[in-house]
């Protein structure tokens, strides 16, 4: 059990943690949640924002059902976007990590495949493009579902401790991004 904690520990903790760091330091850094000083304060930030944009959402598809067509404005990066179209958080965290170790897994497939990328570029066809589209919407599913993913990822009869030191790492990296924003506006 110790050396599953371990194994745990530099597969998904600390990835975990990084990206949690990055992600909340990040935002914070340029105003996403305004003045935030607790992972709970961040987690609820987070649901407002994703319930904001659910009702914009809404809003826009009313109005373009309407005829009116307003133009579209994101005041966040895409990845944060992401993480939020995630639903935020912790869950929000690992779909995005679990989103982008499937999409380069197939992006370095995909061009490995192909013989390289220069052959790539000479084979591309609208088959080979719409494709490439599907199998992004699926990966999107997948990191949906992550659970699932990991499940079959992780061979280990103690998925419960990988679970634990994955959201420690959450926890942990989001508990430091708050306290160095709170250091660098101190």
Known sequence: MIAEFFRALFSAGIPV?????????????NGYFGRVDSVKGLEKEVKRLTSKKSEKEKKRLKNAE???VEPARH???PIHN???S????????????TYAVIELGEVRDF??????FFQM?????????????IDSFMNFIWAIAWPGYWLSEVSSNDIWIWFLVAYAG????????LHRVGLEQS
């Open 17 to 29: 943690a990084v990206t949690s760091y990055l992600l909340a330091w990040w935002a914070l850094k």
């Open 121 to 133: 570029l000479s084979s591309l066809s609208f088959a080979l493009i719409i494709n490439f589209l």
């Open 170 to 177: 959450y926890w942990a990296g989001t508990r430091y991004a």
């Open 75 to 77: 005041k966040m990066n």
């Open 66 to 68: 309407a005829g009116y």
């Open 82 to 84: 992401k993480w939020l």
């Open 111 to 116: 061009v490995a495949n192909l013989g390289g």
């Open 86 to 97: 995630f639903g935020g958080g912790f869950y929000g965290v690992v779909a995005l990590m």
